[in-house]
């Protein structure tokens, strides 16, 4: 379903990311982990069409992305959150939906509104201001409404999981795994607690310095002394 070839991204003097391929199936839950400034979030930049890679190739669905706006991009089925929250100030939680459903989606579908306040537990805060009236908890769970909104098949959720208490966490994972299967979506889910993606993700993606250090189980990736050794800081070792 989604295809990256040789990958790169500088920034500058900045490689964010080095030569990644990876290809992610449809119906799959793929973790995304790896240390701070490691390349997760730029990797769904890349993906979602916020800027173009320095080089190489992303085909989503079988066609090739090239430099289509994000706009277009959400159109095909690309959807995501934002690691810091972006409601838009002064609306309402479900006006906020209804925006990216009007510009992910380029249609109006009230049924699908109600059925995302539903699953994520916001029916009873849908008049609420979203900048101001939510708990964490409901921040994050309007930051991943907004990305169904758009009706995406691949699903990108960037630390929607960080912040939250280890009773919030596992019980906002369940409620993601409900949208998943409901909605049918291949999901790449950005976390940096490994009992998360223990639990969510059978397959599990680490990056350091930009470029992809392993790939496989959970068990196995974690028990790789190369993963072990970024996430304690020696790199070099
Ligand atoms: N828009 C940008 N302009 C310049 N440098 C950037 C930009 N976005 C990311 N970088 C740099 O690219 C590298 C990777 O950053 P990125 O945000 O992708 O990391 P991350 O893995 O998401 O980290 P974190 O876990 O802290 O969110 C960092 O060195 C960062 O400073
Ligand atoms: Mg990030």
Redesign the pocket.
């Known amino acids: 379903m989604l295809a990256l070839e040789s990958v790169s991204?500088n920034?500058?003097g900045?490689a964010?990311?080095s030569d990644v391929t990876l290809a992610v199936a449809e119906g799959e839950t793929l973790g995304l982990v790896?240390?701070?400034?490691?390349?997760?979030?730029?990797?769904f930049?890349l993906i979602s069409g916020v800027?173009p890679p320095s080089s190489g190739r992303i085909a989503f669905a079988g066609r090739p992305l090239g430099r289509a706006a994000n706009w277009k991009r959400a159109r095909q089925g690309i959807g995501r959150t934002f690691?810091i929250p972006q409601p838009l100030h002064e609306l309402t939680v479900r006006e906020n939906l209804t925006v990216a459903q009007r510009f992910g989606a380029g249609k109006r579908d009230e049924a699908r509104l109600d059925e995302i306040l539903e699953l994520l537990d916001l029916a009873d805060k849908q008049h609420v201001d979203a900048a101001h009236g939510l708990a964490l908890t409901e921040q994050k769970a309007l930051e991943v409404g907004k990305a169904l909104a758009v009706e995406p098949r691949l699903l990108m959720l960037?630390?929607v999981l960080g912040g939250l208490e280890t009773s919030a966490k596992r019980a906002f994972g369940g409620t993601l795994m409900t949208v998943k299967e409901r909605f049918g979506l291949t999901m790449i889910v950005?976390e940096?607690d490994i009992e998360t993606i223990r639990t969510l993700c059978p397959r599990a993606v680490v990056?350091n310095f930009?470029r992809i250090i392993a790939d496989g189980t959970p068990e196995a990736v974690f028990r790789d002394p190369e993963v072990v050794r970024s996430y304690t800081g020696d790199a070099a070792a």
């Open positions: 991204m920034f500058g900045v964010a990311l790896g240390p701070n400034g490691a390349g997760k979030t730029t990797l930049n800027f690691q960037d630390e950005i940096h990056l930009g």
